[in-house]
């Protein structure tokens, strides 16, 4: 690095230190609040909690829920800063060959509108461009110190020293969270570089093009395109063919929904009897070995009763999705054609492959890992877990007791984190080892003793699919469902 990008890094490290510095200081009295409250084990969440935990959720919640929204286009670009790269982490930066046929997309395409029933040939969507997708190998780099930068060699001999270090097969998949429309695969190195190091295998960690510029399906196609990527290497890739038996979708929140999306459109691929020309040959379509997500955002439109039952435990802000209340125009929202949600338009709210709990079947899925805490995604996620095991889908399911929303990324620091981190690795390692021979387990993990529970999973979700189904109708507005209705 030459001295003058160093003191430009420098200047960028020190003016989000004071931006950061500025967004805390209205903040202090609610931080002593929590604190004193926590102090004198007043609050509820103190019985579980650790005093930085609780006020972390607590000033998350207030910034995420501000009085006077800020512009979209403003409040992205803050979640899309690289925080730079150091210490016991590999990350060789890539980006796919576009193919020379549209087969992926076209293929896409066919299993979307495959998954719905059109009443009206003047819905659609925006289709997207097949694009080249960004991505970061990632791995551990143990010989580092905590804040060594990485060497000055080029990102193909980055890559090669990683897999030095790999010392097992599995392969991540892995996209990140942020509703679709914030953070990037910097923001995630945290939990990718755990991940890697806990499976001693590598991550492929995704830059999918963001909502609200790049709506529905975009960021499936990216999704789609890297997976054959990794299956059938365009040419002058770094890595060589990965072996489907290998790779392992992982991802968090919205990324969490995105490897769910993944796997339902392969399947529904795999129902069409397609195979896809990609880089002028024929291609079989095949499952991954396994497909994990942590605290998954399933009910896209906000309609369990978790959403608010749940609140008091988590950061994520009141229900909004469908408001009328609008962020202040700017150069990307509201979109044109305008509608209502930032991912999608309005029309395929409710189709399975954007609100996946409204998903006929998972027949024929590989073992699935899930896990949540007592956060308002909750309902949703064992929701599908109840699904799941209905379609006789292997399911490891694991509930962390009071902990929020993607909690390992967000109090790190948490025993319940490092439990939860540990056991999401030794899924992956068991599934790439053999994935026949995963058990199902259900299982509540209990705050600051990590005592484990078995789940009665007949009592794991009250809602039938006609229950959900009506809750998702009834919270976009049945008016809206006489173009396009959905086979639910």
Same mark, same amino acid.
């Given at each position: 690095?030459?001295t @003058?990008?160093?003191?430009? $890094?420098?200047?960028w490290?020190d003016?989000?230190?004071?931006e ?5 200081l209205?903040?202090i009295?609610?931080i002593v609040?929590?604190a004193?409250?926590?102090?004198l084990s007043i ?5 579980y909690?650790?005093? $930085?935990s ?12 501000p009085? =006077?929204?800020? *512009?979209?286009?403003?409040t992205? +670009?803050m ?5 730079? #790269?150091k ?5 060789s ?5 576009i193919?020379?046929?549209n &087969? ?5 395409l ?6 719905k ?9 925006? #289709? ?5 997708v960004q +991505?970061?190998?990632?791995?551990y ?9 990485? %060497?000055a ?6 890559y090669?020293?990683?897999?030095k =270090? ?5 392969t991540?998949?892995?996209f &990140? ?6 953070c990037?695969?910097?923001? &995630?190195?945290?939990?990718t570089?755990?991940? +890697? $190091?806990l ?9 999918y093009r963001l909502?609200?510029q790049?709506?529905f %399906?975009?960021?499936l196609l990216?999704?789609l395109?890297?997976? !054959? ?10 890595h060589e ?5 290998d790779i392992? !979708?992982g991802?968090?929140s ?6 769910l999306?993944l ?5 529904e691929?795999r129902r069409q ?14 499952l ?11 009910d896209?439109? @906000? ?13 994520? *802000?009141?229900?909004?999705?469908? +408001?009328a209340e609008?962020?202040p125009?700017?150069d ?13 338009d309005?029309?395929?709210?409710l189709?399975?492959?954007v609100?996946?709990q409204l998903n006929?079947?998972w ?6 890992y899930i ?6 995604l ?11 095991i209905k ?5 490891? !399911?694991e509930e962390y007791?009071?902990?929020p929303?993607?909690?390992?990324? #967000? ?6 984190s490092?439990r939860?981190?540990q056991?999401?690795?030794?899924? #992956?390692?068991?599934a790439?080892d053999?994935?026949t ?9 209990k705050a ?9 999973t007949?009592k ?8 959900v ?5 009834d919270?976009?507005g049945?008016e ?7 086979k639910?």
């Amino acid at each position: 690095m030459s001295t @003058q990008d160093g003191e430009k $890094k420098q200047g960028w490290l020190d003016s989000s230190r004071l931006e950061a510095l500025f967004t805390l200081l209205p903040k202090i009295p609610l931080i002593v609040r929590v604190a004193l409250l926590h102090l004198l084990s007043i609050s509820e969440s103190s019985r579980y909690l650790d005093m $930085k935990s609780d006020v972390t959720i607590s000033v998350l919640r207030c910034l995420l829920d501000p009085s =006077e929204p800020g *512009p979209i286009s403003k409040t992205q +670009a803050m979640t899309l800063r690289d925080p730079g #790269i150091k210490g016991r982490i590999w990350v060789s930066k890539v980006a796919s060959n576009i193919p020379p046929e549209n &087969h992926i997309r076209d293929t896409l395409l066919a299993a979307v509108d495959g998954m719905k029933e059109q009443k009206s040939s003047t819905t659609s969507f925006r #289709i997207p461009d097949i694009a080249s997708v960004q +991505a970061e190998w990632t791995g551990y780099r143990a010989k580092a110190a905590r804040d060594s930068p990485p %060497p000055a060699i080029s990102e193909e001999e980055k890559y090669r020293e990683m897999m030095k =270090e790999c010392k097992s097969s599995p392969t991540i998949l892995y996209f &990140h969270g942020g509703a679709y429309y914030l953070c990037d695969p910097s923001t &995630h190195r945290p939990c990718t570089k755990r991940l +890697a $190091k806990l499976t001693g295998g590598r991550v492929y960690s995704v830059r999918y093009r963001l909502a609200p510029q790049h709506p529905f %399906p975009s960021a499936l196609l990216d999704a789609l395109v890297s997976y !054959f990527t990794l299956l059938y290497p365009p040419p002058g890739s770094l890595h060589e063919a990965v072996a489907a038996s290998d790779i392992v !979708f992982g991802g968090d929140s919205a990324g969490g929904n995105l490897s769910l999306v993944l796997l339902q459109t392969l399947l529904e691929v795999r129902r069409q009897g397609r195979k896809i020309t990609w880089f002028g040959e024929e291609r079989e379509v095949p499952l991954p070995a396994a497909v994990t997500a942590s605290s998954p955002w399933l009910d896209i439109v @906000q309609s369990m009763p978790s959403w608010g039952s749940n609140s008091k435990w988590d950061y994520l *802000p009141p229900k909004s999705t469908l +408001a009328a209340e609008q962020p202040p125009p700017d150069d990307v929202w509201p979109a044109n054609p305008p509608r209502r949600h930032l991912y999608v338009d309005d029309a395929y709210l409710l189709h399975p492959l954007v609100s996946l709990q409204l998903n006929r079947s998972w027949e024929g899925s590989p073992p699935i890992y899930i896990c949540c805490g007592w956060e308002c995604l909750a309902d949703e996620d064992k929701y599908l877990v109840s699904k799941l095991i209905k379609d006789s889908v292997p399911v490891v !399911f694991e509930e962390y007791e009071a902990m929020p929303h993607v909690f390992p990324l #967000i109090i790190p620091h948490r025993p319940e984190s490092r439990r939860n981190l540990q056991g999401w690795s030794n899924f #992956i390692k068991r599934a790439v080892d053999d994935a026949t021979k995963i058990e199902p387990s259900y299982t509540t993990i209990k705050a600051k003793t990590l005592q484990e529970v078995a789940i009665d999973t007949t009592k794991l979700s009250p809602y039938s699919e006609e229950d959900v189904r009506d809750m998702a109708r009834d919270r976009v507005g049945r008016e809206q469902l006489t173009e396009v209705s959905v086979k639910l």
